[in-house]
């Protein structure tokens, strides 16, 4: 099964800063990578799919980026909306797999 | 607009069954690979198991594989999980998610149902 390490796993920041999520896979995975956003007692909602394409609707102050099997989201100018679980997920393989997640805090 | 509706979940005891459904709608059921997934308690995402749009090929994760089913049912554009021997490891909210595609790998989980807590206790 291929392992996707997520860091930090919790992250404070203030409204207006920029923030940057990190995901590593254990294994190759090309661009099958997507972000998912969950806040408190909802479902995920897709972010980001193929490592860097933004979902329908998704702000532009959300970027994603790959290198290898290093996997960036940035969050730029933060949004009060924005403080939620972070979420990356594999899709080269089955089983499909989760990182950790990331908790944005309000600092 | 795409709506995915779960039910079924609720306390069952260790060693019991229980049967998921997830209904859909908004979106042509039949051309979609749909999957379940499931967050315990205060925990992360956990994928369990995936089914191709045309329903010939199902994964599952090691923990589930024999002991779960998924299955769908084009005409009522019905998602299923049967969940037989359950374990308290088990308890979590089970979220049903179609696929942005037909496959169930090279793709993303666009869309999401609320979610059914199923709660595995003696």
């Known amino acids: 099964d291929i392992q996707m390490t997520q860091s930090p796993s919790s992250l404070s920041a203030s409204v207006g800063d920029s923030v940057t999520i990190t995901c590593r896979a254990s294994?190759?995975?090309?661009?099958?990578l997507n972000w998912y956003q969950q806040k408190p007692g909802q479902a995920p909602k897709l972010l980001i799919y193929?490592?860097?394409t933004l979902q329908s609707g998704v702000p532009s102050r959300f970027t994603a980026s790959e290198s290898g099997t290093e996997f960036t989201l940035t969050i730029t100018s933060l949004q009060p909306e924005d403080f939620a679980t972070y979420y990356c997920?594999?899709?080269?393989?089955?089983?499909?797999?989760f990182g950790g997640g990331t908790k944005l805090e309000i600092k | 607009q795409v709506l995915l509706v779960e039910s079924g979940g609720g306390v069952v005891q260790p060693g019991k069954s229980l049967t998921l459904s997830c209904g859909a709608s908004?979106?042509?059921?039949?051309?979609?690979?749909l999957h379940w997934v499931r967050q315990a308690p205060g925990k992360g995402l956990e994928w369990v198991t995936g089914?191709?749009?045309?329903?010939?090929?199902?994964e599952y994760i090691d923990s589930v594989n024999g002991r779960f089913t998924i299955s769908r049912d084009d005409s009522k554009s019905t998602l299923f999980l049967e969940m037989k021997n359950l374990r308290v490891e088990d308890t979590a909210v089970y979220y049903c998610?179609?696929?942005?595609?037909?496959?169930?790998?090279?793709?993303?989980?666009?869309?999401w149902g609320q979610g059914t807590l199923v709660t595995v206790s003696s």
């Open positions: 089914i191709s749009y045309d329903g010939t090929k199902k």
């Open positions: 908004g979106f042509a059921f039949s051309n979609y690979a």
């Open positions: 998610a179609r696929d942005d595609g037909a496959a169930l790998v090279a793709t993303a989980l666009e869309y």
């Open positions: 294994q190759t995975v090309t661009t099958y």
């Open positions: 997920q594999q899709s080269s393989s089955s089983p499909l797999t």
């Open positions: 193929a490592a860097s």
